[in-house]
């Protein structure tokens, strides 16, 4: 069985542009949640989706946005880059709240 | 202060030595998690809990509901073993809440 596949690995973008990284989960699950991680922050929460809908979102400004299309692939949106947004921001799947996560590997995103 | 909260931050042992990493949180929670990440970044969920023990291999997480505290132990312990633990409660719909990780280094 596949794993949770996040692309791109790395993501080089300019201050004011805008990025989309893409997730797709293991086969069957239809939880897909968005986390960033930062040296400083550590890992913080973004959002959740669950068979296309978002049932929880962390305390990031509205440039962050996300969805879930009929087949659970989620993608995240970021515009209006800022530096500070330079992370990791890694996705993960499960089957349904409460059960186990299962990461990505992350995409690595730096904002010059 | 932060809603979880991980003792400690660093954690140095010889290997074979039994280990304890420590987590409380002040938060109402649906389960907590116990990851581990490696250098690169990459993670791995080791545990979920809601409610008691659970043991897999070397690695054991308890669970304390009434006192908010859980602890990962780590038997014979050994240098693949090295890595980062982080705690996390889930506040519902996935939505962790992290602690700031334990950096666990294991010598030969």
């Known amino acids: 069985k596949a794993g949770v596949t996040q692309t791109p690995r790395y993501l080089i973008k300019t201050r004011g542009q805008q990025v989309t990284l893409s997730c797709s989960p293991i086969?069957?699950?239809?939880?897909v949640s968005w986390y960033q991680q930062t040296p400083g922050q550590g890992l913080q929460f973004l959002f959740e989706?669950?068979?296309?809908?978002?049932?929880n979102k962390g305390n990031f400004p509205g440039r962050f946005s996300g969805r879930q299309f009929s087949n659970s692939r989620s993608e995240m949106n970021v515009s209006t880059l800022e530096l500070g947004d330079s992370a990791l921001y890694l996705c993960?799947?499960?089957?349904?709240?409460?059960?186990?996560?299962?990461f990505g590997s992350g995409t690595q995103l730096s904002v010059l | 202060k932060n809603e979880v909260e991980q003792s400690p931050q660093n954690l140095t042992a010889q290997e074979g030595e039994f280990i304890t990493i420590n987590c409380s949180y002040s938060?109402?929670?649906?389960?907590l998690h116990w990851l581990q990440q490696h250098p690169g970044g990459g993670i791995v969920s080791l545990f979920m809990?809601?409610?008691g023990k659970k043991k897999h291999g070397r690695l054991i997480a308890t669970i304390n509901i009434q006192e908010k505290h859980s602890s990962l132990h780590i038997t014979a312990s050994h240098p693949r073993d090295s890595a980062v633990y982080i705690c996390?409660?889930?506040?519902?719909?996935?939505?962790?809440?992290f602690g700031q990780g334990t950096r666990l280094t294991i010598n030969p």
């Open positions: 993960a799947s499960s089957l349904n709240v409460n059960e186990k996560l299962f």
């Open positions: 086969s069957g699950h239809r939880s």
């Open positions: 989706y669950f068979s296309e809908t978002q049932r």
């Open positions: 938060v109402g929670i649906s389960a």
């Open positions: 809990l809601s409610s």
């Open positions: 996390a409660v889930c506040q519902g719909a996935q939505k962790l809440v």
